[in-house]
């Protein structure tokens, strides 16, 4: 029987604005909601990202972070794997902070989804909504729900949106948070222009 293995876009093994306090992102690839003005385009693709073991994702995330946060493309899309890595982050004592499309609504009829959430310590739920205002919470769009499912967080741990960006040294460029349509337009550059 083969181990379960998961599509991943990308991680970044430390971030302080995507959670509270210093944390892993994982973001999965694969994701069939495509909600218009997605932060994150990219991880849409269903072939693309790449695949890990469970043991080679665990190997990713640093000693020293508080927990780690989960995002899209969209982790409930890979559900089998997403509840392995959640079971795992538990042993370690590390918090888990999910990004999701999908309401709890919905996530109530999905098999399986009811065992992933008794992992998580905060569920921030629903589509991205271009036409909606940004929500003062840790959140893209006014319309998705923060919701606490443990007592280790309160809301007002959710409420600063900060933006990291992190030039690496292949020349590549990587953004995570919460950045304005402002922000990322004026950081556009084109071929030849330099930083």
């Known amino acids: ?113 009811g065992n992933v959430l008794r992992y998580v310590d905060v569920l921030i739920d629903g589509r991205f909504e271009e036409s909606v205002p940004l929500s003062e919470l840790m959140a893209g769009s006014r319309n998705q729900t923060v919701h606490l499912l443990s007592c280790r967080y309160t809301l007002e741990d959710f409420k600063a949106k900060q933006v990291e960006i992190t030039l690496n040294s292949d020349g590549t460029m990587q953004i995570t948070g919460f950045p304005s349509n402002t922000l990322l337009e004026s950081i556009t550059i084109t071929k030849g222009e330099s930083v």
């Open 1 to 113: 029987m083969n181990p379960i293995s998961l599509n991943i876009h990308g991680i970044h093994p430390y971030s302080y604005v995507n959670g509270p306090g210093k944390r892993c992102v994982i973001h999965f690839q694969g994701c069939t909601l495509a909600c218009p003005g997605c932060f994150n385009p990219e991880s849409h693709a269903l072939d693309g990202g790449t695949r890990m073991t469970l043991v080679e994702l665990l190997e990713y995330i640093p000693q020293d972070v508080e927990g780690v946060t989960l995002s899209g493309g969209e982790p409930f899309q890979q559900i089998e794997g997403l509840l392995v890595l959640v079971k795992a982050l538990n042993i370690r004592n590390l918090s888990v902070v999910l990004f999701t499309g999908f309401t709890v609504e919905e996530l109530r009829k999905m098999p399986l989804a």
